[in-house]
């Protein structure tokens, strides 16, 4: 039987899905899920909570640019379907915003510090999950605190002006995480940012002893 367009095989207790562009079987997380409304409008569903069934494409800007030339949404729908005019810009600003919300409930929830000596601190005192630093900041600073915080995942996606609105402020060039569901949250969706922004940087955190938590869905990229 033929296999429908952007269903995977579980693997690992993982849900996977097939892109619809390269015909990879990766993790859901590390995808792009889109569904097409009722009017045939192409809807971006970061969230992957959209009723309807799901498109999967890999989180590239060329590739999210090739499938509405090349009508990839159309044949895996198999219906018309209307693509939105800067779709990649789009889905960068979005996924954007949802790491600055997701920084920004950490804070709220005592989970988030900014500055380079309240990360510091945190590295130290091994209450940080993810070092997050300002694309435009210094790169010695940001390698001190990776240094600091050695079991920590890096991220470096969001410029200072963008980390610092999760801080009510103009500017945070350093930040840090705690371990939980918004540290996890804001890898995922730093590294579909990644394949976003020229210069962005997702490093992975080293794998945990058994029966710790893990923040394993980060890598580096670059482009």
Do not use: Y
């Not at 562009?21 to 959209?50: K, S």
């Not at 997050?132 to 390698?143: M, Q």
């Not at 995942?153 to 410029?159: F, M």
């Not at 002893?209 to 980060?218: C, K, M, T, W």
Request: charged share 25%.
């Amino acid at each position: 039987m033929r296999a429908e367009p952007g269903l995977g095989i579980a693997q690992g207790g993982a849900a996977q899905r097939r892109c619809i562009a390269t015909g990879e079987i990766r993790d859901r997380a590390a995808l792009l899920r889109f569904v097409v409304g009722p009017d045939g409008a192409l809807v971006a569903d970061l969230a992957a909570r959209l009723p309807g069934r799901g498109l999967w494409l890999t989180a590239r800007r060329d590739i999210v640019d090739q499938a509405g030339v090349r009508r990839w949404f159309v044949r895996a729908a198999r219906r018309p379907v209307v693509v939105p005019p800067g779709l990649a810009d789009r889905i960068e600003a979005l996924l954007v915003q949802r790491c600055i919300d997701a920084i920004g409930l950490a804070r709220r929830a005592g989970l988030a510090v900014a500055g380079f000596e309240r990360v510091a601190e945190a590295a130290r005192g091994g209450r940080t999950a993810v070092v997050v630093a300002g694309l435009d900041g210094a790169e010695s600073g940001r390698r001190k605190l990776r240094a600091l915080a050695h079991d920590a995942a890096l991220v470096c996606v969001l410029t200072a002006a963008e980390l610092g609105a999760a801080f009510g402020r103009d500017q945070t060039v350093n930040a840090s995480l705690g371990s939980g569901r918004l540290a996890a949250r804001l890898v995922i969706d730093a590294e579909k940012i990644a394949g976003f922004r020229a210069g962005a940087v997702v490093e992975r955190a080293p794998l945990p002893e058994r029966g710790e938590p893990a923040l394993q869905h980060a890598s580096r990229h670059r482009k």
